[in-house]
């Protein structure tokens, strides 16, 4: 069954430091998704992104995050200066249409010290 | 507003002993619901998967769900608990624009 592919596995970065996660979708689907879940809590809602924008955006993500699907093929999310409180597993989903079930990746872990 | 809610935050249960793991959506005639697995400090991983049809889902590692429309549940059920089923458990519904997952359930194994 195809995969979302997310690197790096796990990410250590410096606070105040610009970070990004890296996602490669499955090939066919349209619609693209990050998702944040702090160590301990539930899995919460970042951003979607649809041709080329972004379609709906939660609290969390501020001016400090963007998303960009630079070459048709990878997604990925930007933070431009970490804090402390960034640090979490991000996980990238993509899914083929509007009704079909998404495919999430197995997460990217960052660790902002 | 939509919501998934896992009434049981935590559950032990002895290995070979049968589980249940709670799991009610508040959203949609024909929702879309999912069961997810996660290790500690791992990814998610799909055990199941409910879209339409028979209302009985089967999964991996022998997990099975049953999707029940009037009581707005999808349970998680295993027969006989392995010390590796241990991890933690969530809930989801697929919103079409949103993907929304429950609190979680952390299963402990005792040996």
């Known amino acids: 069954e195809p995969e979302v592919t997310q690197t790096p596995s796990h990410q250590v970065t410096q606070m105040g430091q610009e970070v990004i996660l890296r996602c490669v979708p499955i090939?066919?689907?349209?619609?693209f998704y990050w998702y944040r879940q702090i160590l301990g809590q539930k899995v919460e809602f970042l951003v979607s992104?649809?041709?080329?924008?972004?379609?709906?955006k939660s609290e969390i993500f501020d001016d400090q995050f963007s998303v960009e699907r630079p070459d048709g093929s990878n997604f990925t999310l930007k933070i431009r200066s970490t804090k402390l409180e960034d640090s979490a597993m991000y996980f990238c989903?993509?899914?083929?249409?509007?009704?079909?079930?998404?495919?999430f990746g197995s997460g990217t872990r960052l660790t902002v010290v | 507003a939509q919501s998934v809610t896992q009434p049981d935050i935590h559950i032990t249960v002895s290995e070979g002993a049968s589980l249940e793991l709670r799991c009610n959506y508040s959203?949609?005639?024909?929702?879309?619901l999912f069961w997810y697995v996660q290790s500690p400090g791992q990814g998610l991983q799909l055990l199941l998967k409910?879209?339409?049809?028979?209302?009985l889902v089967q999964g991996i590692k022998g997990f099975e769900a049953e999707f029940k429309r009037s009581q707005s549940s999808f349970n998680l059920r295993k027969p006989s608990v392995h010390w590796s089923d241990a991890a933690e458990y969530f809930c989801?519904?697929?919103?079409?624009?949103?993907?929304?997952f429950g609190p979680g359930t952390r299963l402990s194994v005792l040996p």
């Open positions: 409910y879209f339409s049809g028979d209302t």
């Open positions: 090939s066919n689907h349209l619609y």
């Open positions: 989903a993509s899914k083929r249409d509007f009704n079909y079930g998404y495919t």
């Open positions: 959203y949609g005639a024909t929702p879309y």
């Open positions: 989801a519904e697929d919103y079409g624009q949103n993907f929304v």
């Open positions: 992104f649809y041709n080329n924008e972004i379609s709906e």
